[in-house]
């Protein structure tokens, strides 16, 4: 009788697990990505839906703080600063929400995102950036709670939220022209001291050319002003895999006394060892 119900058990749980019932959300859940510029901009929110219900100033009350969608708090995060009305927006994830009222909207971002909807406490201390913008009538109804990124220009777009026959946007300046002049000015310039450093460093380990691993090396530390110690280190060992014995003494010993400065016991040790191995 026992095996009977633990059977039997079995194939009821196996059943109840089957037969979890699917249904679709009431306010959809939406992902926005896009880029601006060379600003990774991304928006999570859930798609309410009038369905017959008057909207604002009714179920979205005027002059009160809404979530900006449904469920879950609205977030949006720029992978760059941002520039709103003025203001600098650090990069980061933030919270959206906004205060419809019957001509304008408030536009708050918010430190924290782990709310459900708004938060239990709202704390001024976590408003990050907050801007009004004019609210605009559209010409005709919209069922569904929509957010989006149009008028993408190079150097900013705008953040645009609409429902029932309400409309309002929001500009956001990225930093394309200061990003592009970085990107291009530092191609131009050629490699890097740590370029150069990085390819030593493996032209070493890899057992590749250690003539071309000693030229890279150099060049890193003629391009390097702080002449970091574990450049130094990489140089002193390139030069005893060279046979430079005393060449590698004297740069161990520029190594020791940059990690003694550095406060780098672990090089301090290295170096020791190897200037009382190599001056054998």
Known sequence: MRKILIALAII??????E????????SPKSEIKQVVGLTDVEIVYSRPSARG?????????????????????????FSDDVLIDGKTLKKG?????????????????????????????FNEANVVLKTTVKETTL?????TFTLGINGIDTNFAYLEMYWENSFARLKFEVPTEKMAIASIEKTLAGP??????????????????VAKARTYIDKSLELSKEKPFYYLRLKSLIQAK???????????????AASETAGN?????????????WSK
């Open 12 to 17: 009821i749980t196996h059943f109840t697990i």
């Open 19 to 26: 037969a979890q019932v699917k249904t679709p959300q009431a």
């Open 53 to 77: 219900r008057a909207v604002f100033g009714n179920l979205v009350p005027f002059g009160k703080l809404w979530r900006t969608g449904a469920n879950e708090n609205t977030t949006i995060s």
């Open 93 to 121: 994830k933030y919270s959206l929400y906004t205060i419809p009222n019957a001509q304008t909207w408030d536009v708050i971002f918010y430190k924290t995102t782990d709310n459900w909807g708004t938060p239990e406490e």
């Open 139 to 143: 010409p005709t109804s919209a069922e």
């Open 192 to 209: 890097s001291a740590n370029d150069y450093f990085s390819s030593a460093q493996f032209f070493y380990q890899a057992n590749g050319d």
């Open 242 to 256: 060279q046979g430079d014995k005393k060449g590698a003494v004297e740069t161990a010993k520029q190594s020791l």
């Open 265 to 277: 016991q672990d090089y301090v040790k290295m170096n020791k060892d190897s200037i009382a191995e």
